[in-house]
């Protein structure tokens, strides 16, 4: 906790950006807007961020958005609502300031796609989730057994791994996040593999669900793993994702949430949307 606490803004744009020229930055611009724009790809994923019927928007990621920007100096905070495949192509292109959408760190994002990252604010991770009355106690049971998950998901690559090591039969992957649950409801699956955020939001209307097991870290794709191996992140750790140009803007939005961090305001945050769980006290290697 204490390294985590000590990684300062400037380390972790050494870190988590590739190296760059000087640059005009970000923030002046943001300034004098008097806005922030992050684009969302998950609006109305509960308890992460999603919009009241009065316009309003309310969620953990709204709250540390809100956060960031009056400790950045920025009065007013607003999202561009946006396909997932849109988040980093948007950014780059100047459509919307950050994203702040859930977006997990991954050195597939800072090499290949080009953006940096923020230091992490919430770690996400999978869970092993099974009906109340299931005869599966622990991940040991699910040897024989069919796991569902979400297509093209790391998600889904946990569960593989499950068939992979011989301690599971098979995965169904479907396209979205609530067809595995319907399909364990309907006992087309044993089990469904997937992250806490999607799971917390399920058991707002599913209530005969529970976990087995410990949380499960993202196993990272093979092409990608001695450079995550490298990273200073704990694979599922998500930040505030921008263009490669705008290091000002990157070390403000750090010292903002080491701000948070020190005086417990990520915490409590997390704590008010029932999102806080030990694993969210390490973020960094």
Not at 116 to 128: A, K, L, Q
Not at 167 to 190: E, H, I, T, W
Not at 253 to 269: C, S
Request: glycine share 10%; charged share 20%; net charge negative.
């Amino acid at each position: 906790m204490k390294k985590f606490l000590a990684f300062t803004g400037i380390a972790l744009s050494a870190c988590l950006s590739a190296a760059t020229a000087a640059h005009a930055g970000c923030l002046d611009d943001i300034k004098k807007a008097g806005v922030i724009t992050s684009g969302s790809g998950a609006m109305g994923v509960k308890p992460a961020a999603w919009q009241n019927e009065d316009g309003s928007y309310a969620g953990y990621e709204w709250e540390i958005f809100k956060e960031i920007g009056k400790r950045i100096g920025v009065p007013k905070q607003d999202y561009v609502v946006t396909d997932w495949s849109t988040l980093i192509p948007g950014v780059k292109a100047k459509r919307w300031d950050i994203i702040l959408s859930g977006m997990m760190v991954t050195q597939e994002r800072i090499q290949g796609a080009g953006i940096i990252f923020s230091r992490p604010y919430f770690m996400i991770y999978d869970n092993v989730i099974v009906k109340n009355d299931s005869p599966i106690k622990s991940v040991d049971d699910l040897k024989g057994k069919t796991i569902g998950s979400v297509l093209g998901t790391m998600d889904s690559l946990n569960a593989h791994a499950f068939v992979e090591k011989g301690a599971a039969a098979k995965v169904l992957d479907f396209n979205n996040y609530g067809d595995p649950f319907v399909a364990m409801q309907n006992g087309q699956v044993d089990a469904v593999v997937i992250d806490q955020g999607t799971l917390n939001g399920q058991m707002q209307t599913m209530k005969d669900l529970r976990t087995i097991g410990e949380p499960i870290h993202y196993t990272p794709k093979p092409q990608w793993a001695a450079a995550e191996g490298e990273a200073p992140y704990i694979l599922g750790a998500e930040a505030v994702g921008m263009r490669k140009e705008c290091d000002d803007l990157q070390q403000a939005v750090n010292g903002a949430l080491a701000a948070m961090e020190a005086d417990g305001t990520r915490k409590a945050i997390l704590q008010k949307f029932d999102s806080w769980s030990p694993v969210q006290d390490k973020l960094m290697k």
